[in-house]
């Protein structure tokens, strides 16, 4: 173990919220430290989209070009391919420590066991989300390629082709309705899950849009390319593309002796300012409320979250 090290801030990982919150902290003179397991949930992703100045730049490059920006400023340390194995707080009971401090954090940082211990006066959630997609036969050969998640992402490019939506969830009928904005030839799949009402299914019907609720057998296609989804009944349907519904959690597990609220689908609640329920941590990206986001969303949420987190360490008052 070496010696602890205390910054003023600890953004907990790398991705277009932590690096852009990095980025504003650190020309607020913040002593920054990023830690990036570098395991992005999409690292399938072969493009990203909707970024302006960055429209089509794939998110790996993305996510190099921040880091050389950050590696500009001397205050601002990243460590790559490491986690956060533990965060304690040195007061996890109150808002001060005993002699009247605000209460600091300690992180246990390493690969599989700790190699190293810092701490901050204050730490920033930008950890993104677990995605496990449904259970599909080689769904993961497609994802990124043809089968999207993100129809604000993707769809564009799929505009007007026979689409897939596959999904197990309760809300497929709604982004049934999102993705029809782009195709009049969509069908959505079930495998097998009650998970589209009657009722839904009748007013997709209306707009075109229709429901299979047979399990899926395979995925046919070559390269990552889709051309066909095989169901266990010996349906063959023809498509060119389409979308995949994943279910995400937020992890947690490293958090010690205190844990922020989450609501219903383990996204972190916080104020309208990034603020968790704990004092002196923050929440910004897919991991808080409303859960998974575009790339310049996040991105936005982080330069939003680092302001705060600087006029909170000045005793300005800032919106809650």
Known sequence: MTDTDTYDVLVIGGGPAGLSAALNLGRSLMRVLVVDADRPRNAATLNSHGFLTR???????????ARDELAAYPNIEMRTRVRVLELARSNAGGEMDADGQPPRFTA????????DTVTAHSVLLATGLRETLPDVPNL?????ISLFSCAACDAWELRGRRLALIGTTDDLADRARLIARWTEDLTVFTHGADTVTAEEEAELAVAGVAVVRCPISELVGDRGRIEAIGLDDGTVIEVDGGFVRPEWETDLSFLRDFAPSVDDDGHLITDRSGRTDVPGLYAAGDAAIPGPQQLIVAAGAGARVASVMVQDAVGIASAH
């Open 140 to 144: 993961r050969g497609f994802y990124g």
């Open 55 to 65: 429209d089509g730049v794939p998110p790996h490059e993305l996510r190099r070009i």
């Open 108 to 115: 246990s940082i390493g690969r599989k066991d700790p190699t």
